[in-house]
């Protein structure tokens, strides 16, 4: 019975996968209504939306100023977190968010798999050559993500802030300088200090619709399987070559054994999101998200799963939770 309830918790993890901050177009007018959207699923598609409690930290910069941003800015529209504000003074701005931590038990099997299917090969490799593979694992997880975007022409260095996030990508250039063909370097830093040797996936929306593929073609491949690997150098920093216009991502999972009573792992998930080419106009990108769903649902190649699922999910964990307990009296 314990593994089915370890099944389960592993299930609710695997439904949330990363975290991202995306703008419909990063090139905002000045002091102008603006939204920005959390996804927690995948780079294409949000599998549910975030709950206030959950997050430790929200802010805007811009201009060299750092604004908390309150909580009740946030709504849901679908399985979509919704930041609305004002774009404030042109200049390149900085969004981000981190969560507070939660703990997950996992079987061994559900730890491996999640560790193949997230693209967190160091750790499986780890397991491998220890004879590890059948142990079973409590995890401490957070997130911590960011999103550069351009309000009017002028270019201002907020790109360059660091949040003080337990771990964040900083950029060691505008992006809103770039052109395909260059080569984008950022710095991947883990409390404050360079990470080396750290995997980081790099990818783009130009991925998920090069090919028209079906679901079917798709269900049983990975996470990362449209995101190029790369890795750290010893200052941290990680080299992105820039392939085609439109939105831009790294995303990296760092996760290290952890000593605190009662857990075996902490990890700690970091993604940057920025965009390339000529600005498009509000109205190019103005739709409904149900519109939103259904067109990134068309090109959706990950594991991502519908809400419902995720919440029948919960439904079932809270049933055998009462038999347990009903059984233990």
């Not at 040797?197 to 798709?218: F, K, P």
């Not at 902490?266 to 409904?288: C, I, K, M, P, R």
Request: glycine share 6%; net charge negative.
């Amino acid at each position: 019975m314990k593994k089915i309830i370890l099944s389960l918790a592993a299930f609710m993890l695997f439904c949330s996968h990363d975290m991202f901050l995306k703008l419909d177009t990063y090139h905002l007018s000045p002091n102008a209504p603006a939204e920005i959207e959390l996804y927690n699923g995948t780079f294409e598609k949000s599998d549910n939306t975030i709950a206030r409690s959950r997050m430790n930290d929200v802010s805007l910069v811009g201009n060299g100023e750092r604004v908390q941003v309150d909580t009740i800015q946030w709504t849901e529209e679908g399985d979509v977190t919704v930041l609305k504000f004002v774009s404030g003074d042109a200049g390149t701005w900085v969004a981000g968010v981190s969560t507070n931590p939660r703990n997950i038990e996992m079987t061994a099997e559900d730890f491996n798999d999640y560790l193949e299917h997230d693209g967190v090969l160091d750790m499986l490799e780890w397991r491998k050559q220890n004879n590890t593979l059948g142990e079973d694992a409590i995890e401490k997880y957070s997130k911590h993500v960011k999103t550069i975007f351009q309000v009017g022409d002028k270019k201002t260095e907020d790109w360059q802030t660091i949040l003080g996030y337990p771990i964040e990508f900083v950029p060691l250039s505008n992006p809103y300088d770039l052109e395909v063909g260059d080569d984008f370097k950022v710095r991947l830093m883990r409390n404050g200090q360079a990470l080396p040797n750290q995997i980081v996936y790099a990818g783009s929306d130009a991925h998920s619709h090069d090919d028209e593929h079906s679901h079917e073609d798709h269900d049983d491949e990975d996470h990362h399987h449209d995101a190029t690997l790369l890795r750290t150098n010893d200052d941290g920093v990680v080299t992105m070559e820039i392939a085609n216009e439109g939105q831009q991502y790294l995303r990296s999972i760092h996760l290290e054994h952890s000593e605190e009573e009662g857990l075996t792992h902490e990890s700690n998930w970091a993604t940057l999101t920025f965009t390339v080419g000529q600005a498009h106009s509000q109205s190019d990108h103005s739709h409904s998200h149900d519109d939103h769903d259904h067109s990134h649902g068309d090109h959706d190649h990950s594991h991502g799963l519908p809400s419902f699922v995720y919440w029948i999910g919960g439904l079932l964990l809270l049933v055998v939770l009462f038999y347990l307990f009903r059984r233990n009296r």
